[in-house]
């Protein structure tokens, strides 16, 4: 199953359904996730490295792709840490680029 998280309750849905051992083969994930509330602006928060921390804290090893406009250092370092798989920048990125990436992470996934 490929996970696309696109919006906070999106993303809420989906931690929820790894919670519950729903199995996953890759999530796709950026970091500025709308947060779906109407007033509310929290997309400055990088509310994407948070779900992807409570991924790895839930002991999920679900290979992680991040396509992202936020291409800082100090935030690429922090998503190396958190074990992302790939890291590609939006507006970068072909299409036939980002399918040979997610070929690549799910074949070294499963050795």
Same mark, same amino acid.
């Given at each position: 199953m =490929? /996970? /696309?998280?696109? &919006?906070?309750e999106n993303a809420r849905s989906r931690h929820d359904m790894a919670g519950a051992g729903v199995p996953s083969d890759l999530i796709i994930l950026d970091l %500025? %996730?709308?947060? &779906?509330?109407? &007033?509310?602006?929290? *997309?400055?928060?990088l509310i994407g490295i948070r779900l992807a #921390? #409570? /991924? @790895?804290? =839930? &002991? =999920?090893?679900?290979?992680? %792709?991040v396509l992202s406009v936020v291409n800082d250092r100090?935030? /690429?370092y922090e998503l190396k840490n958190i074990g992302i798989s790939e890291f590609l920048v939006k507006g @970068? *990125? =072909?299409?036939?680029y980002l399918s040979s990436r997610v070929e690549y992470v799910l074949?070294?996934?499963n050795e």
């Open positions: =490929l /996970i /696309i998280v696109s &919006g906070i %500025i %996730i709308p947060a &779906g509330d109407e &007033g509310q602006d929290d *997309c400055d928060e #921390k #409570k /991924i @790895r804290y =839930l &002991g =999920l090893m679900i290979p992680i %792709i100090q935030t /690429i @970068r *990125c =072909l299409p036939s074949s070294e996934h």
